[in-house]
Each structure stands twice: as structure tokens, then as C-alpha cells.
Nanobody, 119 residues
Framework: QVQLVESGGGLVQAGGSLRLACAAS????????MGWYRQAPENERDLVAL???????RYVDSVKDRFTISRNSARDTVYLQMNSLKPEDTAVYFC?????????????WGQGTQVTVSS
């Protein structure tokens, strides 16, 4: 079983920065993709950014040039550096990891961390 522990959310003023971290633990054979999603009240959970094992990254248009996703493969950890935050970035941010554990594929989610941006 794979567990994800997120950290780094909080309250920040518009224009500020936050850094989210998500550490995966358990019997992990290989990680294929690590990503961040967010869900605002009454909205669906949407992709923010993802990074593959080979370093391919993908961002939603609204965060390009403001957010940067990175990973520490040795520690099975993914980060999301968020700069120039806007009130519309306010949401619960969820970490997602897809990989292989004990010979079977897995798709795990973190518990979510609240990010609130005040105007």
C-alpha cells in the first residue's frame, strides 16, 4: 500500500508564494507520474501540474509561468512551487501518484492541503 503525505499549504496574500510537498511511502517498485490537482468549493477536481519519470511536465494554462512542479526521485517526493498567487488559486490541493507497487499498478491520492489566497 502506498501512502502520500502532503505539506505546505496555508494562507497567503495575493502575489505571495507557497511551496507544497508530497512524499510517497510504502512498497513502491516504480513511480510513473506525480501530479497536483486542486478542487475549489462546488468545483470538480482539476489537474494543476504533473511530472513524469522522464521529466516531462504539463501545466494547466492558468498556472503556466507561475507554478513549477519538480520531484526528488531518490525520496519519492514531488513539489509544487507556487509564485504570484491569485485569489482564484484558492482551493484544496491534492497530490496524486501513479506507479507500481508489489507488482501491481497503483493510483494514490493525498489527503489534500488547503491553499487560501487573500486579495
Amino acid at each position: 500500500q502506498v501512502q502520500l503525505v502532503e505539506s505546505g499549504g496555508g494562507l497567503v496574500q495575493a502575489g505571495g508564494s507557497l511551496r507544497l510537498a508530497c512524499a510517497a511511502s510504502g512498497s513502491i517498485d516504480q513511480i510513473y507520474v506525480m501530479g497536483w490537482y486542486r478542487q475549489a468549493p462546488e468545483n470538480e477536481r482539476d489537474l494543476v501540474a504533473l511530472i513524469s519519470t522522464g521529466g516531462y511536465t504539463r501545466y494547466v494554462d492558468s498556472v503556466k509561468d507561475r507554478f513549477t512542479i519538480s520531484r526528488n526521485s531518490a525520496r519519492d517526493t514531488v513539489y509544487l512551487q507556487m509564485n504570484s498567487l491569485k485569489p482564484e488559486d484558492t482551493a484544496v490541493y491534492f497530490c496524486n501518484v501513479v506507479g507500481r507497487s508489489l507488482g501491481a499498478n497503483f493510483n494514490s491520492w493525498g489527503q489534500g492541503t488547503q491553499v487560501t489566497v487573500s486579495s
